[in-house]
Protein backbone atom coordinates (compact mmCIF):
# COMPACT_ATOMS: atom_id res chain seq x y z
CA UNK A 1 0.00 0.00 0.00
CA UNK A 2 3.09 2.43 0.78
CA UNK A 3 5.58 3.61 -1.59
CA UNK A 4 8.68 5.03 -1.22
CA UNK A 5 7.89 8.41 -1.21
CA UNK A 6 4.91 7.18 1.52
CA UNK A 7 8.48 5.91 3.67
CA UNK A 8 10.42 8.87 3.46
CA UNK A 9 7.81 11.28 4.54
CA UNK A 10 7.03 9.43 7.74
CA UNK A 11 10.71 10.03 8.69
CA UNK A 12 10.25 13.15 7.80
CA UNK A 13 7.25 13.82 10.04
CA UNK A 14 8.48 11.58 12.65
CA UNK A 15 11.54 13.80 13.14
CA UNK A 16 9.43 17.11 12.99
CA UNK A 17 7.20 15.59 15.50
CA UNK A 18 10.89 14.31 17.79
CA UNK A 19 12.16 17.62 17.50
CA UNK A 20 9.98 20.28 17.59
CA UNK A 21 7.20 19.19 18.98
CA UNK A 22 7.92 16.62 21.58
CA UNK A 23 9.82 18.89 23.74
CA UNK A 24 7.81 21.63 23.93
CA UNK A 25 4.35 19.68 24.25
CA UNK A 26 3.92 20.02 27.94
CA UNK A 27 4.59 23.56 28.38
CA UNK A 28 2.32 24.04 25.14
CA UNK A 29 -0.47 22.42 27.08
CA UNK A 30 -0.10 24.43 30.31
CA UNK A 31 0.32 27.81 28.10
CA UNK A 32 -2.52 26.73 26.19
CA UNK A 33 -1.27 27.33 22.74
CA UNK A 34 1.85 26.93 20.24
CA UNK A 35 4.35 29.08 19.99
CA UNK A 36 2.95 30.96 16.63
CA UNK A 37 6.30 29.91 14.60
CA UNK A 38 5.57 26.28 15.45
CA UNK A 39 2.82 27.31 12.03
CA UNK A 40 5.00 28.53 9.99
CA UNK A 41 8.01 26.28 10.48
CA UNK A 42 5.02 23.15 9.71
CA UNK A 43 4.34 24.98 6.68
CA UNK A 44 8.02 24.96 5.58
CA UNK A 45 8.22 21.40 6.05
CA UNK A 46 4.70 21.17 3.56
CA UNK A 47 2.77 19.90 6.29
CA UNK A 48 0.31 22.71 5.98
CA UNK A 49 -0.73 21.28 2.09
CA UNK A 50 0.14 17.59 2.03
CA UNK A 51 -2.97 16.99 0.06
CA UNK A 52 -3.62 20.56 -1.11
CA UNK A 53 -2.33 21.05 -4.86
CA UNK A 54 1.08 23.04 -5.82
CA UNK A 55 -1.51 25.69 -7.02
CA UNK A 56 -2.09 26.62 -4.16
CA UNK A 57 0.90 25.92 -2.07
CA UNK A 58 0.64 22.75 -1.26
CA UNK A 59 2.00 19.20 -2.43
CA UNK A 60 -0.72 17.38 -3.98
CA UNK A 61 -0.13 14.38 -2.04
CA UNK A 62 -2.53 11.63 -1.17
CA UNK A 63 -4.68 10.79 1.82
CA UNK A 64 -2.49 7.80 3.04
CA UNK A 65 0.23 10.48 3.06
CA UNK A 66 -1.82 12.60 5.51
CA UNK A 67 -2.90 10.07 7.68
CA UNK A 68 1.13 9.08 8.42
CA UNK A 69 1.78 13.03 9.12
CA UNK A 70 -1.47 12.65 11.49
CA UNK A 71 -0.22 9.44 13.19
CA UNK A 72 3.54 10.90 13.67
CA UNK A 73 1.98 14.17 15.09
CA UNK A 74 -0.03 12.59 17.65
CA UNK A 75 2.08 9.96 18.53
CA UNK A 76 3.93 12.80 20.43
CA UNK A 77 1.17 15.24 20.69
CA UNK A 78 -2.70 15.05 19.69
CA UNK A 79 -3.06 19.53 19.40
CA UNK A 80 0.06 19.69 17.83
CA UNK A 81 -2.48 18.11 14.53
CA UNK A 82 -4.48 21.32 14.88
CA UNK A 83 -1.31 22.82 12.74
CA UNK A 84 -2.27 20.31 10.31
CA UNK A 85 -6.04 21.60 9.87
CA UNK A 86 -5.65 23.52 6.22
CA UNK A 87 -5.53 19.96 4.82
CA UNK A 88 -8.82 18.72 6.00
CA UNK A 89 -12.16 20.54 7.86
CA UNK A 90 -10.50 24.06 7.44
CA UNK A 91 -8.96 23.85 3.56
CA UNK A 92 -10.75 20.61 1.82
CA UNK A 93 -14.50 23.08 1.95
CA UNK A 94 -12.20 25.48 -0.38
CA UNK A 95 -10.30 23.10 -2.47
CA UNK A 96 -13.69 20.94 -3.24
CA UNK A 97 -15.94 23.77 -3.31
CA UNK A 98 -14.32 27.00 -3.88
CA UNK A 99 -14.13 29.06 -6.94
CA UNK A 100 -10.74 30.18 -8.41
CA UNK A 101 -10.39 33.42 -6.35
CA UNK A 102 -11.69 32.22 -2.78
CA UNK A 103 -8.99 29.53 -3.57
CA UNK A 104 -6.50 32.23 -3.99
CA UNK A 105 -7.25 34.40 -1.16
CA UNK A 106 -7.92 32.08 1.03
CA UNK A 107 -6.85 28.23 0.88
CA UNK A 108 -2.89 29.44 -0.23
CA UNK A 109 -2.22 31.99 3.05
CA UNK A 110 -3.28 28.98 5.13
CA UNK A 111 -1.04 26.14 3.39
CA UNK A 112 1.67 28.72 3.24
CA UNK A 113 0.95 29.04 7.16
CA UNK A 114 0.33 32.89 6.62
CA UNK A 115 -3.44 32.74 7.93
CA UNK A 116 -5.46 30.19 9.80
CA UNK A 117 -9.12 28.97 9.04
CA UNK A 118 -11.89 27.06 10.96
CA UNK A 119 -14.93 25.26 10.23
CA UNK A 120 -17.56 26.56 11.88
CA UNK A 121 -20.71 23.71 11.75
CA UNK A 122 -21.46 23.13 15.63
CA UNK A 123 -24.07 25.23 17.31
CA UNK A 124 -25.46 25.03 21.28
CA UNK A 125 -28.81 23.36 19.93
CA UNK A 126 -27.19 21.30 16.84
CA UNK A 127 -24.62 18.88 17.12
CA UNK A 128 -24.70 15.38 15.79
CA UNK A 129 -28.28 16.56 14.84
CA UNK A 130 -26.23 19.78 12.73
CA UNK A 131 -29.19 19.83 10.40
CA UNK A 132 -30.87 21.80 13.12
CA UNK A 133 -28.68 25.02 12.92
CA UNK A 134 -30.61 28.49 13.62
CA UNK A 135 -27.66 30.74 12.42
CA UNK A 136 -28.64 32.82 9.77
CA UNK A 137 -27.62 34.56 6.72
CA UNK A 138 -29.91 36.06 4.52
CA UNK A 139 -29.77 38.10 1.49
CA UNK A 140 -30.76 41.50 1.72
CA UNK A 141 -31.40 43.34 -1.22
CA UNK A 142 -31.49 46.79 -0.35
CA UNK A 143 -27.86 46.37 1.35
CA UNK A 144 -26.79 43.92 -1.63
CA UNK A 145 -25.35 41.44 0.66
CA UNK A 146 -26.03 38.78 2.85
CA UNK A 147 -26.48 39.48 6.36
CA UNK A 148 -25.40 36.69 9.11
CA UNK A 149 -26.97 36.34 12.78
CA UNK A 150 -26.23 33.65 15.08
CA UNK A 151 -23.60 31.33 17.15
CA UNK A 152 -21.62 28.45 16.55
CA UNK A 153 -19.75 26.35 19.52
CA UNK A 154 -16.62 24.73 19.91
CA UNK A 155 -15.36 26.14 17.18
CA UNK A 156 -11.18 24.59 16.61
CA UNK A 157 -8.91 27.46 16.07
CA UNK A 158 -11.86 30.01 16.91
CA UNK A 159 -9.74 31.99 19.41
CA UNK A 160 -6.78 32.83 16.65
CA UNK A 161 -9.17 32.09 13.38
CA UNK A 162 -8.23 34.50 10.33
CA UNK A 163 -11.63 33.20 8.68
CA UNK A 164 -14.26 30.97 9.00
CA UNK A 165 -16.24 28.65 6.89
CA UNK A 166 -19.89 29.00 8.46
CA UNK A 167 -22.76 26.91 7.55
CA UNK A 168 -25.95 28.96 7.89
CA UNK A 169 -30.07 29.20 6.72
CA UNK A 170 -29.77 31.25 3.60
CA UNK A 171 -33.89 30.14 3.31
CA UNK A 172 -36.19 30.02 6.20
CA UNK A 173 -39.28 28.80 3.77
CA UNK A 174 -36.58 25.29 2.87
CA UNK A 175 -36.72 22.80 5.52
CA UNK A 176 -33.99 19.86 7.13
CA UNK A 177 -30.89 20.44 5.23
CA UNK A 178 -32.17 22.41 2.12
CA UNK A 179 -31.69 26.17 2.84
CA UNK A 180 -28.43 25.71 4.24
CA UNK A 181 -25.44 27.75 2.74
CA UNK A 182 -21.80 28.00 3.68
CA UNK A 183 -20.03 31.18 3.70
CA UNK A 184 -16.44 32.21 4.27
CA UNK A 185 -16.35 35.14 6.72
CA UNK A 186 -13.40 36.95 8.04
CA UNK A 187 -12.94 37.62 11.59
CA UNK A 188 -12.02 41.29 11.02
CA UNK A 189 -15.18 41.80 9.87
CA UNK A 190 -17.86 44.21 11.84
CA UNK A 191 -19.98 42.15 14.11
CA UNK A 192 -17.97 39.14 14.39
CA UNK A 193 -16.72 38.55 17.64
CA UNK A 194 -15.41 35.17 20.12
CA UNK A 195 -16.37 33.87 22.93
CA UNK A 196 -14.28 32.93 25.82
CA UNK A 197 -11.32 30.30 25.43
CA UNK A 198 -12.70 26.96 26.23
CA UNK A 199 -11.16 25.42 29.51
CA UNK A 200 -11.43 22.14 28.10
CA UNK A 201 -10.15 18.88 29.47
CA UNK A 202 -7.39 17.95 27.14
CA UNK A 203 -5.93 19.09 23.83
CA UNK A 204 -5.55 22.47 25.31
CA UNK A 205 -2.91 23.81 23.08
CA UNK A 206 -5.94 23.49 19.91
CA UNK A 207 -7.66 26.22 21.10
CA UNK A 208 -11.56 26.51 20.95
CA UNK A 209 -14.41 28.81 21.54
CA UNK A 210 -17.83 29.84 19.78
CA UNK A 211 -18.25 32.15 16.96
CA UNK A 212 -20.57 34.92 17.37
CA UNK A 213 -22.45 36.92 14.64
CA UNK A 214 -24.70 39.77 14.97
CA UNK A 215 -25.49 41.27 11.54
CA UNK A 216 -22.13 40.40 9.54
CA UNK A 217 -22.60 41.66 6.35
CA UNK A 218 -21.01 38.78 4.22
CA UNK A 219 -20.58 40.03 -0.18
CA UNK A 220 -21.89 37.73 -2.31
CA UNK A 221 -18.49 36.40 -3.23
CA UNK A 222 -18.43 34.95 -0.25
CA UNK A 223 -21.05 32.37 -0.99
CA UNK A 224 -19.04 29.21 -0.98
CA UNK A 225 -20.55 26.52 -3.06
CA UNK A 226 -24.16 27.12 -4.56
CA UNK A 227 -26.89 28.53 -2.36
CA UNK A 228 -28.71 26.04 -0.33
CA UNK A 229 -26.08 23.51 -1.37
CA UNK A 230 -24.10 23.45 2.42
CA UNK A 231 -25.34 20.40 3.85
CA UNK A 232 -24.06 18.96 1.00
CA UNK A 233 -20.60 20.59 1.63
CA UNK A 234 -20.32 19.37 4.89
CA UNK A 235 -20.86 15.70 4.49
CA UNK A 236 -18.62 15.67 1.36
CA UNK A 237 -15.81 16.26 3.19
CA UNK A 238 -16.95 14.30 6.35
CA UNK A 239 -15.21 11.07 4.89
CA UNK A 240 -11.85 12.26 4.61
CA UNK A 241 -12.48 14.43 7.95
CA UNK A 242 -13.05 11.11 9.61
CA UNK A 243 -10.31 9.30 8.44
CA UNK A 244 -8.21 12.14 9.03
CA UNK A 245 -9.24 12.03 13.19
CA UNK A 246 -9.24 8.57 12.90
CA UNK A 247 -5.35 8.49 12.04
CA UNK A 248 -5.49 11.18 15.24
CA UNK A 249 -6.45 8.19 17.23
CA UNK A 250 -4.29 5.66 16.05
CA UNK A 251 -1.17 7.92 16.75
CA UNK A 252 -2.45 8.72 20.28
CA UNK A 253 -2.84 5.23 20.85
CA UNK A 254 0.77 4.51 19.45
CA UNK A 255 2.17 6.55 21.24
CA UNK A 256 0.59 5.41 24.60
CA UNK A 257 2.14 2.32 23.63
CA UNK A 258 5.04 3.57 22.74
CA UNK A 259 5.57 5.52 25.96
CA UNK A 260 3.78 2.17 28.25
CA UNK A 261 6.87 -0.43 26.71
CA UNK A 262 9.30 2.23 27.73
CA UNK A 263 8.30 2.42 31.35
CA UNK A 264 7.77 -1.05 31.68
CA UNK A 265 11.35 -1.72 30.69
CA UNK A 266 12.81 1.09 33.35
CA UNK A 267 10.39 0.66 36.38
CA UNK A 268 11.67 -1.95 38.55
CA UNK A 269 9.62 -3.74 41.68
CA UNK A 270 10.01 -6.65 42.95
CA UNK A 271 13.94 -6.82 41.96
CA UNK A 272 12.98 -7.01 37.99
CA UNK A 273 11.67 -4.81 35.35
CA UNK A 274 7.91 -4.55 35.32
CA UNK A 275 7.38 -5.74 31.68
CA UNK A 276 8.42 -8.76 32.98
CA UNK A 277 5.43 -9.57 35.06
CA UNK A 278 3.21 -11.39 32.37
CA UNK A 279 0.43 -9.55 33.24
CA UNK A 280 2.04 -6.16 32.26
CA UNK A 281 3.73 -8.27 29.41
CA UNK A 282 0.03 -9.09 28.27
CA UNK A 283 -1.49 -5.77 28.73
CA UNK A 284 1.40 -4.88 25.98
CA UNK A 285 0.09 -7.44 23.84
CA UNK A 286 -3.31 -6.50 23.84
CA UNK A 287 -2.10 -2.88 22.96
CA UNK A 288 -0.07 -3.59 20.21
CA UNK A 289 -2.80 -5.61 19.00
CA UNK A 290 -5.65 -3.38 18.63
CA UNK A 291 -3.30 -0.64 17.53
CA UNK A 292 -2.24 -2.76 14.58
CA UNK A 293 -5.91 -3.35 14.09
CA UNK A 294 -6.73 0.32 14.18
CA UNK A 295 -4.06 1.04 11.78
CA UNK A 296 -5.23 -1.49 8.74
CA UNK A 297 -8.57 0.29 9.40
CA UNK A 298 -7.65 3.28 8.65
CA UNK A 299 -4.80 2.92 5.72
CA UNK A 300 -7.15 0.75 3.65
CA UNK A 301 -9.97 3.72 4.11
CA UNK A 302 -7.03 5.98 3.29
CA UNK A 303 -6.18 4.15 0.76
CA UNK A 304 -9.54 3.71 -0.69
CA UNK A 305 -10.39 7.66 -0.17
CA UNK A 306 -6.92 8.03 -2.57
CA UNK A 307 -8.49 5.07 -5.61
CA UNK A 308 -11.73 7.43 -5.40
CA UNK A 309 -13.73 4.59 -4.07
CA UNK A 310 -16.91 5.36 -2.02
CA UNK A 311 -15.89 4.92 1.83
CA UNK A 312 -18.15 6.46 4.17
CA UNK A 313 -18.72 3.36 5.62
CA UNK A 314 -14.86 2.05 6.27
CA UNK A 315 -14.49 5.96 7.16
CA UNK A 316 -17.08 5.15 10.05
CA UNK A 317 -15.53 1.83 11.00
CA UNK A 318 -12.08 3.59 11.48
CA UNK A 319 -12.80 6.48 13.19
CA UNK A 320 -15.14 4.23 15.85
CA UNK A 321 -12.33 1.89 16.22
CA UNK A 322 -9.69 4.57 16.65
CA UNK A 323 -11.73 6.99 18.89
CA UNK A 324 -12.58 3.58 21.43
CA UNK A 325 -9.07 1.88 20.85
CA UNK A 326 -7.33 5.57 21.73
CA UNK A 327 -9.26 5.39 24.82
CA UNK A 328 -8.81 1.65 26.09
CA UNK A 329 -5.02 2.26 25.03
CA UNK A 330 -4.53 5.01 26.86
CA UNK A 331 -6.39 3.82 30.29
CA UNK A 332 -3.97 0.71 30.15
CA UNK A 333 -0.88 3.01 29.47
CA UNK A 334 -1.41 5.28 32.29
CA UNK A 335 -2.32 1.87 34.68
CA UNK A 336 1.45 0.74 33.72
CA UNK A 337 2.93 3.98 34.55
CA UNK A 338 1.03 3.68 38.03
CA UNK A 339 1.00 6.60 40.47
CA UNK A 340 3.36 8.58 37.99
CA UNK A 341 1.02 7.89 35.09
CA UNK A 342 -1.19 10.63 36.98
CA UNK A 343 1.17 13.29 37.58
CA UNK A 344 1.77 15.91 34.66
CA UNK A 345 5.14 15.52 34.79
CA UNK A 346 4.88 12.29 32.75
CA UNK A 347 3.41 12.69 28.74
CA UNK A 348 0.85 9.53 29.53
CA UNK A 349 -1.67 12.00 31.51
CA UNK A 350 -1.62 14.39 28.67
CA UNK A 351 -2.07 11.34 26.06
CA UNK A 352 -4.71 10.08 27.95
CA UNK A 353 -6.66 13.28 28.30
CA UNK A 354 -6.37 14.56 24.72
CA UNK A 355 -7.82 10.52 23.42
CA UNK A 356 -11.43 11.48 25.19
CA UNK A 357 -11.70 13.55 22.15
CA UNK A 358 -11.57 11.68 19.83
CA UNK A 359 -14.71 9.63 20.28
CA UNK A 360 -16.84 12.61 20.49
CA UNK A 361 -15.69 14.91 17.74
CA UNK A 362 -16.35 14.74 13.94
CA UNK A 363 -19.59 12.45 15.04
CA UNK A 364 -19.50 10.56 18.01
CA UNK A 365 -18.98 6.75 18.57
CA UNK A 366 -22.37 6.92 18.10
CA UNK A 367 -23.16 8.35 15.10
CA UNK A 368 -20.54 6.35 13.35
CA UNK A 369 -22.73 3.09 14.62
CA UNK A 370 -25.65 4.90 13.16
CA UNK A 371 -23.77 5.05 9.68
CA UNK A 372 -22.15 1.95 9.64
CA UNK A 373 -25.74 0.18 10.60
CA UNK A 374 -27.36 2.09 8.33
CA UNK A 375 -24.86 0.90 5.65
CA UNK A 376 -25.12 -2.44 6.59
CA UNK A 377 -29.47 -2.56 7.00
CA UNK A 378 -29.55 -0.58 3.48
C1 LIG B 1 -12.72 20.15 21.51
C2 LIG B 1 -13.79 20.16 20.46
C3 LIG B 1 -13.49 20.69 19.20
C4 LIG B 1 -14.49 20.74 18.22
N1 LIG B 1 -14.22 21.34 17.02
C5 LIG B 1 -15.24 21.60 16.15
C6 LIG B 1 -15.03 22.41 14.98
O1 LIG B 1 -13.91 22.85 14.68
N2 LIG B 1 -16.10 22.70 14.19
C7 LIG B 1 -17.36 22.23 14.48
O2 LIG B 1 -18.27 22.54 13.71
N3 LIG B 1 -17.58 21.44 15.56
C8 LIG B 1 -16.57 21.13 16.42
N4 LIG B 1 -16.80 20.37 17.54
C9 LIG B 1 -18.15 19.88 17.82
C10 LIG B 1 -18.31 18.37 17.77
O3 LIG B 1 -18.26 17.91 16.45
C11 LIG B 1 -19.60 18.01 18.52
O4 LIG B 1 -19.36 18.23 19.90
C12 LIG B 1 -20.07 16.60 18.27
O5 LIG B 1 -20.49 16.42 16.95
C13 LIG B 1 -21.21 16.16 19.21
O6 LIG B 1 -22.20 17.12 19.31
P1 LIG B 1 -22.70 17.59 20.78
O7 LIG B 1 -21.49 17.93 21.56
O8 LIG B 1 -23.74 18.64 20.61
O9 LIG B 1 -23.34 16.30 21.43
P2 LIG B 1 -24.88 15.79 21.23
O10 LIG B 1 -25.23 15.73 19.79
O11 LIG B 1 -25.76 16.56 22.14
O12 LIG B 1 -24.75 14.29 21.79
C14 LIG B 1 -24.86 13.94 23.19
C15 LIG B 1 -24.88 12.40 23.28
O13 LIG B 1 -26.03 11.89 22.59
C16 LIG B 1 -25.63 10.94 21.63
N5 LIG B 1 -26.48 11.02 20.44
C17 LIG B 1 -26.91 12.13 19.77
N6 LIG B 1 -27.64 11.79 18.71
C18 LIG B 1 -27.71 10.43 18.70
C19 LIG B 1 -28.34 9.46 17.87
N7 LIG B 1 -29.07 9.84 16.80
N8 LIG B 1 -28.21 8.15 18.18
C20 LIG B 1 -27.47 7.76 19.25
N9 LIG B 1 -26.84 8.62 20.08
C21 LIG B 1 -26.96 9.93 19.81
C22 LIG B 1 -24.20 11.33 21.27
O14 LIG B 1 -23.50 10.24 20.69
C23 LIG B 1 -23.66 11.75 22.61
O15 LIG B 1 -23.25 10.62 23.33
C24 LIG B 1 -15.79 20.24 18.50
C25 LIG B 1 -16.06 19.65 19.75
C26 LIG B 1 -15.08 19.63 20.72
C27 LIG B 1 -15.42 19.03 22.08
Not at 129 to 135: E, V
Not at 337 to 363: K, P
Request: glycine share 10%; net charge neutral.
Amino acid sequence: MFEQKHEMLRKLAKEFAEKELEPIAGDAEKNGCYPPELWQKAAQYGFGGITIPKEYGGAGGDYKSLAIVVEEFCKKDAAASSLLMSNSLSGAPYLYYGTEEQKQKYLKPMVLGEKIGSFALTEPGAGSDSAATQTTCLWDEEQGCYILNGRKCFITMGPICDHAVVFAKSDLTATGTRGISAFIVEASWDGFSRGKTEEKMGMHASVTSDLIFNNVKVPKENLLGEEGKGFKIAMGILDAGRVTVAAQGLGIAAGCLDLAIAYSKERVQFGKPICKLQDVAFKLADMATEVQATRLLVYDAADRLDRHESVTMKAAMAKYKAGEVCNSVAYKALQIHGGYGYMQDYAIERMTRAARLVSIYEGTSEIQKLVISGNLLK
